[in-house]
């Protein structure tokens, strides 16, 4: 008898843990959507050539080294001039200091100034420096900002041995995304922004269906890898997201002595 309880309890035991170890079953659970590329279906080639195409043919730009813009490039600054350039108040011609090394220096309490062109999809090249005297900390040392159609800021800042709110310090999308890395050279030196913007999408409604994108390499390292943009950048509040088009490359006056510069801006239109 002892031998048959002893039995039935093993054969308990198995059976618990058989029960144990089976997963649950969900029907419900919804299987992962299955990518499918068309133009790779039908048979498959047996040949090289059968995945080779050469039309149509890549346009040439040229290189873009040491910040130099290739042929296909928009140059909206090359230091000679502020044509081109506006007060975004009033569209005035734009005030700031134009130097002879060949870049342009916030003139303080003057304004942000902005393209008269506008753009939509880009790839940014950009060029800018903090002073080398460094003067307060925090958000008051060489702040400045670039924004995408006008609305989405990619923060400049010196950031060296002054820290800051994370999503507030140089390659931040400000107030919404800290930046990867912290690689801004010393102050006073020339930092560049080599950015791709990807505008938001809208319906015919105004509301917006698809996010915008950063992607942003400061100094030759990635900062932003292809970021949403949440909405605006404002300094107090939620992102907002009114429906828009192309709109100007902006560049902030923070309004307090910052005293930052820029030189060799372009773009190209994606």
Request: with cysteine.
């Amino acid at each position: 008898m002892k031998y048959l309880h002893l039995v039935t309890l093993l054969a308990f035991t198995v059976v618990s843990c058989q029960q144990k170890e089976t997963p649950p079953t969900n029907p419900t659970t919804e299987k992962p959507e299955v990518i499918v590329h068309d133009e790779y279906g039908g048979e498959e080639p047996t040949e090289p050539e059968g995945t080779e195409y050469y039309e149509p043919k890549v346009p040439v730009t040229g290189p873009a080294l040491n910040g130099k813009a290739p042929k296909d490039a928009t140059v909206l600054f090359d230091g000679s001039s502020l044509e081109g350039w506006v007060h975004s108040k009033d569209s005035t011609a734009a005030k700031w200091h134009l130097n002879d090394d060949g870049s342009m220096t916030v003139a303080d309490k003057t304004g942000n100034i902005q393209t008269e062109r506008v753009f939509g999809d880009i790839q940014l090249h950009i060029e800018w420096k903090s002073p080398a005297d460094v003067q307060r900390d925090g958000q008051n040392r060489g702040n400045s900002g670039i924004f995408l159609n006008g609305l989405y800021e990619v923060q400049v800042l010196d950031n060296n041995d002054n820290d800051t709110y994370v999503n507030g310090q140089v390659g931040s999308i400000y107030k919404q995304t800290p930046p990867l890395a912290m690689a801004s050279v010393a102050s006073g030196e020339w930092n560049t922004y080599d950015i791709i913007y990807h505008a938001p999408e809208f319906n015919a409604e105004g509301g917006k269906i698809k996010s915008g994108t950063l992607t942003v390499l400061h100094n030759g390292v990635l900062v932003q890898d292809h970021t949403e943009i949440k909405g605006t950048t404002p300094y107090i509040g939620w992102p907002k997201n009114p429906a828009h088009g192309k709109g100007p490359l902006l560049l902030q006056d923070h309004g307090d002595n910052s005293r930052v510069s820029y030189r060799n801006i372009w773009v190209r239109e994606l």
